[in-house]
């Protein structure tokens, strides 16, 4: 979009150049709905606030890199997107297409601008979230989440931002791309709860 490109010509005037991009865009939908019940409304805006709003900062990371040879990408996904999330089909889809076709076809489209450029994905899991928290944790959904994760605990913010600077850092990963590293506190998946 205009703005995106707006964004990274004057983020790349100040700096000189661009060598690390985040791709955290990100909406969850307030309510619950089955996917029968979802509107066109809801299914394009969250399509459009979490899928467009990364291939709009991929896109202009990538035009820049194509010319300096050199950068790393981070999108954010989550884990609805690899266990599906009831009640929430859009925000699943849009996360699962960055995690997986995004994600696998920019790592290949990134390896033929030269071997210093590479993408990698972070799937976050439940995270107290400072918003999360204001609004208050409910205990029960809590135990809930945490049921099906080998550390019984939510990830914090800084748990998910940690991940993200080693997948950036090219002296940490320099030979790491087109991976996904879940921040889920080992999540095998979720216990399938009503949508009621």
């Not at 979009?1 to 969850?28: H, P, Q």
């Not at 080998?150 to 320099?174: F, H, M, Q, W």
Request: charged content about 20%.
């Amino acid at each position: 979009s205009k703005e995106t490109t707006e964004l990274f010509n004057k983020i790349i005037e100040k700096e000189g150049r661009l060598d690390v991009c985040i791709a955290n865009a990100g909406n969850y939908p307030k309510k619950s709905i089955p996917l029968w019940n979802i509107d066109d409304n809801r299914w394009n805006e969250t399509v459009s606030t979490n899928l467009s709003l990364t291939f709009n900062t991929s896109r202009e990371f990538l035009k820049h890199v194509s010319k300096t040879k050199k950068g790393s990408l981070v999108l954010v996904g989550s884990t609805a997107g690899i266990y599906g999330e009831a009640g929430y089909s859009d925000y699943a889809a849009a996360k699962g297409a960055i995690t997986s076709g995004l994600l696998k076809t920019l790592k290949n489209e990134a390896a033929q601008i030269g071997n210093g450029v590479r993408i990698n994905a972070v799937a976050p899991g439940w995270t107290a979230t400072q918003k999360k928290i204001d609004e208050g944790l409910n205990q029960n959904h809590v135990d809930r989440v945490v049921s099906t994760m080998a550390l019984k605990k939510l990830a914090t913010p800084e748990d998910v931002a940690n991940t993200i600077v080693i997948l950036a850092s090219d002296s940490l990963s320099g030979h790491t791309t087109g991976q996904v590293v879940e921040i889920a506190g080992g999540m095998e998946g979720r216990l399938i709860t009503g949508i009621k």
